[in-house]
């Protein structure tokens, strides 16, 4: 059959290639409707994955494997760093059914729609030792209560605080409410210090930065994006509590203007660059911010806390980053691929991962080894985040569900439309997607 | 005065050919087989790929089964409701996409042909640092477009070099007006260069000696520029303004990398395909590259009627033919005399 007639540069020579390549890999065990698939054949395999930041963390452990398994070796195949390009990378590897990656590093938005499209195999959930992970990233890589990976790692954003200026303002505990941030700011802004500085910032340029901020406020408000039956429920009055709030933010200055174009990227420079006293970010900002080799101006002079919430007793609910490894239903010798990606996901290698490139473990004990703490000292309140984490929907059709998110939240956070108008919009359009 | 009349005029009937039915069939099968491996390869690379997008433009997407939660396996036959989804439910946001894709085209057309027609007379000029200057000239063509993206998604950051000339903060990079204006600064940046390149080309077939002549004559740079330099570059210029303008129709990447996607002020009909495909609905993303195909078909008819281009070769090369030199010559005499005639009725 040949489908994706689009890209009109195509010729059919290469199509026909491309069917002959794939007629001849088509997996011998392909899993049923129902149940796991067997996992049979052994024999070399590849693993598709992100740069890990921070050397050749991953073909360390690859060596390792190796080593061990002279004739089960595996390839590391590097994708693309940028998360979009790597998307296209497996989006593609997929729809070609091609046999080129057998075990892949797979971002947790991506499972639902892979595991729709039958494009990773189910995995055996109770031969997978997922038992010493944290339960919100095991939810992660669940689809229809089954499991179709195995976490590798995860994120989950933090605040970032500026302690000199809280300090100078006789402040001494984190904020942990929006009314505690805004007070803080406005005694922070009273000193001379503190003059010109920017209250808070998250990621509020149309992309899917902005998904995870609007997700995050909601979902701390007491909202949901969607109820337990996958339901969408945006337009109530805690989801509107929730937006209102970033967009007051807006309106009073208390996140400035330019933080429509922030991404990840220009917030950390405007935090490094000392413009933010409060900021949403992920935990990759900790290393860089406390770089002393002069291109960070905060290094030193900042801290990490959970994110704020609406009240004391509840904080801020994060949503969830973090690869996880999956098995592509078109590559070959998926017996091996199984061990691999059970080996490489494994608290062993996890704390190898996270010692040499601070990448967070999925594996709850790694965030109470001492020496982990002694060299990331966000690791409590990482995992505090994590543990009150929730996961972005899982859906499979997510490209349109965030797409439908991002178009209401990003009209009223530049002040085109009002919340409620935003919010009833985005329920209208998630409802006709998730019918 | 030195009226430069070229002596040599062409003979002026053609050649008879010879009526031999036989030399006829045979230069035909020769023209055919000569013909046939050329058009092979237009067949598979042009129009197969054209009736194949056509063909997935009557399916639509997998839906799911609620039962089992995975996507079914074959895209259901939707015939045109694709094509009618395109103008009914989704009709605002192709309305807007159509609308900036047409005001790209003539939003970065205008100041790329006049910057790039001043880069070309400045190119033309037999400077000493000649070789230089075109180096300087061509090298923001010679920069992929993602790139250049990426250039100026620095420069247009909030805190970019931009805004430091600026005495407010632009926000370029988020939806609105700036933001159209950032991506035609850039695509004008880096196209200009093309459209100077063909228009130095046009240029450098105008013979020195009708210069000389209406030198003599008594016309200015700006009358010569108007009275000798356009009317003789003109076919190699249209052609170019064509090129451009079926390149700014499809304008995708500038603004996807530039600006982002989605975003309403300049989200273009390439970057509604692009997407649909990533959103896995290839039927509606071939319905639109159909549109878009059709759109820039007929905007590119419209024009070659209009302005004669002559990108089907009538004239063997592009350039002003030798009629149309001996005509613009004795216009330049013309205009010297001071004389009310267009230069357009002087050049028919």
Known sequence: MLKRGLSAVATLGVAAL????????????????????????????????????????????????NKDHADEQVTLVELSAKSDAQRQQLFQNAQTKSDAYTVMALDGTLIAQFAANRWIEQLPKDDLGLDDRLPATVKTVTYRDNVYGVPLSTDAAMLYYRTDLLKAAGITEAPKTFAELSAACTAVKALPEGAGISCYAGQFDKYEGLTCNVSEIINTAGGSLLDDKGRPTVDTPEARKGLTQLVSMF????????????????????????????????????????????????????????????????????VLGGKNLVISAFGKNKATALDFAKFFGSAENQEVFLAGAGVAPTVAALYDDPKMLEKYPYLPTLKQSILTAVPRPAVANYDDV?????????????????????????????????? | MTAVVHGKTRSAGTPARPPVRQSWHNEGRLALTLLA????????????????????????????????????????????????????????????????????????????????????????????????????????????????????????????????????????????????????????????????????????????????????????????????????VRPALVVAILFRMLDALRMFDLPYVLIGPRKSSVETISMLAQDEAAALRYGSAAAYAIILFLYIFLIAFVFVRMFGADVLGARDRVGPTRAERRAAKANARFIAAASAASPKETLR
């Open chain 1, 18 to 65: 491309i069917l002959t390549g794939c007629a001849a890999s088509a997996p011998a065990a392909s899993g049923g409707d129902s149940g796991a698939p067997a996992f049979t054949d052994r024999g070399p395999i590849t693993l598709a994955i992100g740069k890990i930041s921070g050397g050749n963390a991953a073909q360390t452990a690859v060596d390792a494997w």
């Open chain 1, 251 to 318: 309106k009073d200055g208390e996140i400035p203007a330019e933080a429509i174009t922030y991404n990840e990227e220009a917030g950390r420079q405007a935090f490094l660059a000392g413009k933010l006293l409060f900021h949403r970010q992920w935990a990759y900002q900790y290393v860089s911010a406390s770089a002393s080799d002069g291109s960070s101006q905060v290094a030193g002079k900042f801290a990490v806390a959970p994110l704020p919430g609406f009240s004391a007793d509840k904080g801020g609910a994060s």
């Open chain 1, 402 to 435: 965030t797409a439908a998110i991002q178009d209401s939240a990003y009209a009223a956070l530049s002040g085109t439309e009002g919340v409620d108008a935003a919010l009833k919009t985005m329920q209208g359009k998630l409802e006709g997607l998730l019918k």
């Open chain 2, 37 to 232: 491996p050329g058009v092979l390869v237009m067949v598979v690379v042009i129009v197969l790929p054209i009736l194949e997008t056509i063909r997935q433009s009557l399916f639509g997407a997998p839906g799911l089964d609620p039962a089992t939660g995975f996507v079914n396996e074959t895209e259901p036959f939707v015939a045109l409701a694709n094509y009618t989804d395109i103008f009914s439910s989704t009709g605002e946001r192709f309305w807007r996409a159509l609308g900036n894709t047409s005001f790209f085209a003539v939003a970065t057309v205008v100041p790329e042909t006049i910057i790039g027609v001043g880069m070309a007379l400045i190119m033309n000029q037999a400077l000493r640092a000649r070789a230089l200057v075109r180096v300087a000239i061509l090298i923001p063509w010679a920069i992929p477009t993602a790139l250049s993206g990426v250039l100026w998604g620095w420069i247009f950051s909030a805190n970019g070099v931009a805004n430091a000339f600026l005495p407010t903060q632009v926000l370029w990079t988020s939806d609105g007006f700036a933001a159209q204006l950032a991506v035609i600064m850039a695509d004008t940046w880096k196209t200009a260069p093309f459209l100077a390149l063909l228009v130095l080309a046009g240029l450098q077939t105008i013979p020195v000696e009708v210069y000389e002549a209406a030198r003599v004559d008594g016309a200015g740079p700006w009358r010569r520029f108007i009275g000798v330099t356009l009317p003789l």
